[in-house]
T-cell receptor, first 113, second 112 residues
Framework: DVKVTQSSRYLVKRTGEKVFLECVQD?????MFWYRQDPGLGLRLIYF???????EKGDIPEGYSVSREKKERFSLILESASTNQTSMYLC????????????FGSGTRLTVV | QQQVKQSPQSLIVQKGGISIINCAYE??????FPWYQQFPGKGPALLIA?????SEKKEGRFTISFNKSAKQFSLHIMDSQPGDSATYFC???????????FGTGTRLQVFP
């Protein structure tokens, strides 16, 4: 099974700070995703990546960027954190083939004060 | 329209009862419909999934019913247990892509 690790469970940052959320998968999967989860809104796709140095905007990319320099690592960057980016952030890697599906990390709960 | 509408938002069921969560969609290009289960403090985990050429799929106490003409699918949890208490998300994959569109989630509470 794929394992997806998010480096921080909880983060508290100040408004205007640059924030890095890290995600690492332990398999050689091309596709990785960043979602944010908010009550009543479900999971909304921020960015995804099909391979190293490749990225695509999701449904809510404003205020975010991503970096994928190595296949196993996909980073979400908040260029200038704002209070409306307080949320749970979930990273996922996609497994293809017979066991198709997403494997999610445990999430990072970010609070911007 | 790349939306998946999920209901109800919350559900309370007695132990041994049947839990039913419904989802509806508009985009006929969706080609795969998974359900995810999320416990507090954890990321969502794949529970069961169905493709649109099948009307029903059962795995243990969990069943997906799929109605292609109505563009609706639902999750049935038979003999619901307190350990099933979690948030459930339906999702749909956009065909020819790897993007999943998620519903808004249903918080299920099963009381003894």
């Amino acid at each position: 099974d794929v394992k997806v690790t998010q480096s921080s469970r909880y983060l508290v940052k100040r408004t205007g700070e640059k924030v890095f959320l890290e995600c690492v998968q332990d398999m050689d999967h091309e596709n990785m995703f960043w979602y944010r989860q908010d009550p009543g809104l479900g999971l909304r796709l921020i960015y995804f990546s099909y391979d190293v140095k490749m990225k695509e905007k999701g449904d809510i990319p404003e205020g975010y960027s991503v970096s994928r320099e190595k296949k196993e690592r996909f980073s979400l960057i908040l260029e200038s954190a704002s209070t409306n980016q307080t949320s749970m952030y979930l990273c996922a890697a996609e497994e293809r083939g017979a066991n198709y599906g997403y494997t999610f990390g445990s999430g990072t709960r970010l609070t911007v004060v | 329209q790349q939306q998946v509408k999920q209901s109800p938002q919350s559900l309370i069921v007695q132990k041994g009862g049947i839990s039913i969560i419904n989802c509806a969609y508009e985009n006929t290009a969706f080609d795969y419909f998974p359900w995810y289960q999320q416990f507090p403090g954890k990321g969502p985990a794949l529970l069961i999934a169905i493709r649109p050429d099948v009307s029903e799929k059962k795995e243990g106490r969990f069943t997906i019913s799929f109605n292609k003409s109505a563009k609706q699918f639902s999750l049935h949890i038979m003999d619901s247990q307190p350990g099933d208490s979690a948030t459930y998300f339906c999702a749909a994959r956009v065909g020819n892509t790897d993007k999943l569109i998620f519903g808004t989630g249903t918080r299920l509470q099963v009381f003894p």
